[in-house]
């Protein structure tokens, strides 16, 4: 990474399974930005895979590596699942509901419903692990990234989160941090069973706010804030538990971070090292309103046009917020955070 880049931010990247391709995006776009360095990258699920897949590339070949990297791992990916939830191009369903449609998929996800991951994979198989030890360089991670990494997991046990930091990240960690207890066995490091990070923090943003020297954090959203529409029937409802189990810990974040930086504006003096810290933090946000209307289920999907799609929101995302909020880098936080989270 070229350490002389004008400004250095932090990133915090959401998970949500195949939705992370709109991360694979944001992260080409910012990697073209030669102004930009990254200091601490904080992940769970997709955003901690598509960290190590762009520091993999990163390490051995410069930012273009990087986005080759990226790249790979999300063709490696689409190409793996839809050869295992293969679908017949001619059949009925897709002349009726569409391209991205599966039945294959939505009949294993019904499945998942009733039965239990070591009831459907008694043999605990899981196709990510050969994607990920194939498309992930651990040892250059673990040796030689500059960069801090920041991965988080779910104590089965405690609720806890655990953040794996460079050093510790290897397959497992990464499927751990993924692992959705409906669709796979709980992934045992050091013998504790762990779940997907995104039950304890989506994404964790205490180790970039506590460890890092550079007060700027940039979080990638795979969620929307705000949804208009009320759910209904049943799939919506499921759907929208879903997503809230998976955010509720980032807005009670959220929210005591900007209740904080409220309350330290009142104060004439700040003279503990937290409040300075905390005065000093400076947020930014990419999202994409889309996400409101594109269907919760996908995020199961890895079909090429649905990642290829995500992937061009996410840049066009990047590209738009570089133009508009590149010059508060270093200088104020790029959302309200007030509004938006109290």
């Given amino acids: 990474m070229n350490r002389n880049s004008s400004k250095t931010i932090n990133l915090a990247l959401q998970g949500g399974g195949s939705h992370g391709a709109f991360t694979w995006g944001v992260l080409s776009r910012l990697l073209e930005d030669s102004r930009l360095d990254f200091n601490g990258i904080s992940g769970v699920s997709s955003g901690a895979m598509n960290t190590c897949a762009m520091l993999t590339g990163l ?64 043999f605990d ?28 997991a779910t104590q089965v046990r405690t609720g806890k989160m655990r953040l794996f930091t460079n050093k510790e990240i290897t397959t497992d960690v990464l499927l751990a941090s993924a692992c959705l207890p409906s669709l796979h066995h709980a992934i ?22 506590f460890e890092s020297e550079h007060p700027d954090i940039l979080v990638v959203l795979l969620q929307p804030l705000l949804r208009e529409a009320i759910p209904k029937t049943a799939e919506e409802i499921r759907n929208r538990s879903h997503e809230l189990m998976f955010t509720n810990t980032f807005l009670r974040e959220m929210r005591a971070i900007a209740l ?24 930014h946000m990419i999202e994409d309103q889309s996400f409101e209307t594109i269907k919760s289920k996908t995020r199961y999907s890895v079909t090429s046009n649905l990642i290829d799609d995500l992937y061009e929101r996410g840049y066009d995302s990047a590209k738009k917020w570089l133009t508009k909020n590149f010059r508060h880098i270093n200088k104020q936080s790029s959302v309200d955070l007030v509004k938006m989270f109290t």
């Fill in 188 to 209: 045992e490091i050091d013998g504790e069973p762990y779940w997907d990070g995104g039950y304890s923090g989506n994404p964790p943003l205490f180790p970039l706010i």
């Fill in 260 to 283: 904080s930086k409220q309350e330290i504006k009142l104060d004439w003096i700040r003279s503990g090292n937290l409040e300075k810290r905390m005065d000093r933090l400076r947020i």
């Fill in 125 to 152: 198989l899981n196709p990510l692990r050969d994607i990920l030890e194939e498309q992930i360089d651990f040892e250059i991670l673990q040796r030689d990234c500059p960069i801090h990494l920041y991965i988080g």
């Fill in 59 to 122: 390490l051995h070949g410069g930012r273009d590596g990087a986005k080759q990297s990226l790249t790979a791992f999300w063709q490696a990916v689409s190409a793996k699942y839809s050869e295992i939830f293969e679908m017949n191009s001619g059949n009925l369903w897709e002349k009726v509901v569409g391209m991205d449609y599966n039945p294959s998929l939505d009949t294993y996800l019904t499945l998942t419903q009733a039965f239990s991951p070591y009831q459907l994979n008694p």
